[in-house]
């Protein structure tokens, strides 16, 4: 197949585009994060500009751009397709400030129970619209009222269209025992997002990494490992996954693939309340504990965390009592509340 090679002045960033790609397609690919949102040509969000080399557009002229535009350099990378090898000029997003929050409307497409109290939502994007985000932050789901709910995004960016959510059943929360209860697939949802600090550091991609959950905890941390194997990274990376028993590890299969399948992923559990039919490969205590008992110095390990308040402070305590360096720990606390913005995602355990 025919490949076309394209630089990014400034950064110096390079990435390939096969033949009746996109220029926006091929970089999201190959984990070069630009800018975008319609993907259809119409908002101009992607738009950038040719140094050299040309493009054609396949379909239809770009509604975005003018012929003034066009005939100074301008392209919409979402549907240019290079015709030789290019240099162009080109936002890069490098942080959470680069990516736009947006509203919109989503509609439920289908309700998966995982667990007796965990319920996987999948959320269907409007067609003419895409939610950009990196891979572990969140969104939060617009309730009457002015009232919120806060959910991690479980997919990986690059199903862009549609949108995972791990929604934990809690006593007395009005909202989760609606989307137990009453909310129907095809139902109409309001969102905002992506929000939210927590997503992998790429500044110093020679140190392993740690990725720590404790019950719907778990939801980022896939989101990140599955955005980092379609990017072909190969750090070491250890996943904990810390629940109260074996029941509530909702997606162990899915866990124990990843690990058999690449070479530098490992998976391990903890249980903190096991029952005598559990899986006797987990350690029996509290997933912080997990982690110490494998890894008694943590200094050179880059260590993400998410899960319930008081695993996270425990989580942060002890690593840093073993050597973890306070500037390469990030975390996502999910706390929640009765009657303010909230993040209902987990219980304590």
Known sequence: MKQFEVKIIGS??????????????????????????C????????????????????????????????????????????????????REIEAVR?????????????KTLLATD??????????????????????EILLPGGKRRAFSIASPPQLEDEI?????????GDFTGWVFNELKERDILRIEGPLGNFFIRHDQTDRPMILMGGGTGFAPLKSMLEDLLSHHDRRPLHLFWGVRSR??????????????????????TALSEPRGDDEPGSFHGF??????????????????????????????TAFLENGA????????????????????????H
Request: aromatic share 8%; glycine share 8%.
């Open 12 to 37: 110096g960033a390079t990435f390939t585009v096969n033949a009746g790609e996109s220029i926006l397609t091929a970089a999201l690919r190959q984990g070069v994060m630009l800018p975008y949102s």
């Open 39 to 90: 993907k259809n040509g119409t908002c101009g969000s992607c738009k950038g500009r040719l140094e050299s080399g040309d493009v054609h557009y396949p379909f239809h002229p770009p509604l975005a751009l003018t012929r003034a535009e066009i005939a100074a350099g301008a392209a919409l990378l979402c549907q240019a397709e290079p015709t030789e090898d290019l240099v162009i000029h080109a």
């Open 98 to 110: 680069d990516i736009q929050v947006r509203k919109m409307p989503v509609r439920v497409t289908r």
């Open 118 to 139: 965990v319920m996987r939502l999948k959320i269907k994007l409007p067609t003419a619209q895409r939610l950009q985000f990196l891979a572990g932050q969140y969104l």
């Open 164 to 172: 995972e959510l791990h929604i934990r059943h809690v006593e007395g």
């Open 247 to 268: 029941a509530e590890l909702y997606l162990y299969e899915q866990a124990l693939h990843w690990a058999e399948q690449n070479d530098h992923i490992r998976f391990s």
């Open 287 to 316: 997933v912080h504990a997990a982690v110490l008992q494998q890894y008694a110095d943590l200094s050179g390990f880059d260590i993400y965390m998410s899960g319930p308040p008081a695993m996270i402070d425990a989580g942060r």
């Open 325 to 348: 360096d306070r500037q390469r720990i990030f975390f996502d606390s999910f706390e929640f509340g009765l009657d303010v913005p909230v993040r209902i995602l987990a219980k304590p």
